[in-house]
């Protein structure tokens, strides 16, 4: 038996192993300690809990209200969930850190299988060190399953390519993944996908018939259609048109051609989202691509990721309405060429001095950052110390950096092990331990805090979603003083939030004030009112 064990361990792939392990430790430590209050978080978490009250698989709301936002593959997962662990935080999280997951490990495999195990390993440390990544996997909102089954796709069509489409399985594997992926986002998750093995079989010089036939684009179409359309039908029948008018044509295509709800910016603003989303080792892009570009000449499989980024990045530059998480679904790829040029260097024992350099600035400028938001953020002075922790990340490439600038021969492998270790592990502290005490902070929690569950709660020209799922209750919303008096004459005891700028509309009202909070990283201030007729 004593032998056995450690045959078993090689056998299962060390450096998998730890994958998993860190991926565990990254997307679930302390899953659900941070509470459900970011807009996109609430509104997701609470409208997959009316569909698994109302038992209603078909019509998504919220508020019980039509909610056209998405499509509802995240609201069976959270409902799902919900029903194995109740309703709470972790539940809403649960599915979102699975994909997260298997985003890593699949990451680790594809790179493993077309280029070697050292490049899948660091491909996934390259993942996990993206602390956007860890936190986007750690909330309740749609885009993690969007770039797992984007990426599965895209993974299994090349395969099928690389096997000189005898491996039917897999192409049956891509079709299910786009007809799912319809179901988690939209349109997106075909467009994206097709268009990049598309432009990737020109690059080939084998866009024609006979590869049409062979990918078999018109059984995927049906396979498509079997997956996703059964639902869009029900839910276009079920309100008259009204999901179906709105998701597309507002959802969709007013948000690609005009930007929606002021997430705007100029051009090149989603390649700034990458470069900071994909830090520490977006620091070596620029001298990664000279190399990339001339090994994509050559190499097939790096033309093929280099196309795939290049596709996603370019389809979210264009777009209008421009947010950090729309181009993540390039993160998966782009990790992989990243992984690919490190392990050149690190072959070379090339120096990377001065990239250690601006790593070690970013890093201090964390804690020091930090520092001064406990200073001068009145929802932050409750949290003097917050910024200690992170005083690790600057002091881990400090000593990568001494590698760097003492060791006779560059120790470049420890170095880069060392600033990815660095992120990664600040990354924990900051997932499980920075964003919970922070956002335990957010003035929904405080004003529940004076009555824990308030007869009527109504809201005054603004709104938290967060109050739905907290309070698990619709929450009146009123736009006039006239409405409000109205409303309250039948509900006196019904609680009253609205924020400073607006309290000037009810001066001349009976109204007294039991509290203040300001918002988390914002400059509104939520008031809580009390009827005084």
């Known amino acids: 038996m004593g032998n056995y064990l450690p045959k078993l ?31 996109d978080e609430a509104k997701n978490a609470q409208c997959a809990r009316e569909m698994l009250q109302k038992h209603n698989w078909v019509v998504p709301t919220f508020n019980q209200t039509l909610r056209t936002d998405k499509p509802p593959l995240h609201y069976f997962f959270m409902s799902a969930a919900y029903t194995i662990f109740g309703v709470n935080p972790f539940a809403a999280r ?34 996990l060190g993206s602390w956007q990544t860890g936190l986007e996997m750690r909330m309740a909102v749609p885009d993690p399953y969007l770039i797992l089954l984007m990426m599965l796709a895209l993974y299994k069509a090349y395969d099928f390519y690389n096997s000189s489409y005898t491996k039917t399985s897999r192409i049956i594997i891509f079709y299910i993944c786009l007809g799912l992926g319809m179901l988690s986002k939209g349109p997106v998750a075909i467009l994206l996908p097709l268009l990049i093995i598309l432009i990737f079989l020109a690059a080939q010089k084998q866009l024609n018939i006979k590869t049409f036939a062979q990918f078999k684009f018109g059984y995927g179409l049906l396979i498509i259609a079997a997956i996703s359309l059964p639902w869009y039908f029900l839910v276009h029948q079920q309100t008259h048109g009204e999901w179906t008018r709105e998701f597309f044509f507002t959802q969709n295509l007013r948000r690609f051609v005009h930007p929606k709800e002021g997430h705007g910016g100029f051009f090149f603003v989603p390649l700034l989202f990458v470069l900071i989303g994909m830090l520490p080792t977006s620091v070596f892009i620029v001298q990664a691509c000279r190399q990339i570009y001339h090994k994509a000449k050559t190499n097939t499989f790096i033309r093929f990721l280099s196309i795939s980024v290049l596709v996603i990045a370019v389809f979210f530059v264009v777009s209008r309405t421009k947010l950090p998480n729309y181009p993540m679904p390039c993160y998966p790829f782009l990790s992989i060429l990243l992984g690919y040029y490190l392990q050149q260097i690190i072959n070379a024992n090339q120096a990377i001095k001065w990239q250690t350099i601006v790593i070690l600035v970013i890093g201090l400028a964390v804690p020091v950052a930090l520092f001064i938001l406990t200073k001068t953020d009145p929802t932050l002075k409750t949290l003097p110390t917050l910024w200690i922790p992170f005083l690790l990340l600057p002091l881990g490439i400090v000593v990568a950096l001494y590698y760097q600038l003492t060791a006779k021969r560059y120790k470049t492998r420890a170095s880069i092990f060392l600033v990815l270790a660095s992120f990664i592990v600040t990354g924990w502290i900051l997932h499980a331990y920075a964003y919970p005490k922070v956002y335990n902070q957010n003035p929904v929690n405080r004003i529940l805090q004076l009555q824990q569950r308030p007869q009527q709660l109504v809201s005054y020209r603004m709104y938290n979603a967060a109050f739905n799922f907290q309070l698990n209750q619709p929450v009146v919303r009123i736009e006039s003083p006239d409405s409000l008096i109205q409303y309250l004459n039948a509900h006196p005891k019904a609680q009253i939030v609205t924020r400073e700028k607006y309290l000037h509309e009810l001066d001349s009202l009976p109204f007294s004030v039991r509290g203040a909070y300001k918002d988390i990283f914002e400059a509104h201030t939520n008031y809580v009112l009390r009827y005084k007729p």
């Open 94 to 127: 649960f599915f979102s850190a699975i994909c997260g997951l298997l985003i890593v490990v699949l990451t680790y495999r594809f790179a493993a299988k077309h280029i070697n195990k050292q490049v899948g390993f660091i491909s996934a440390l390259i993942l």
């Open 9 to 39: 361990f090689v056998a299962a792939d060390r450096r998998l192993l730890i994958v998993i392990v860190l991926c565990a430790i990254t997307f679930f430590l302390n899953l659900g300690k941070a509470p459900i209050y970011i807009l």
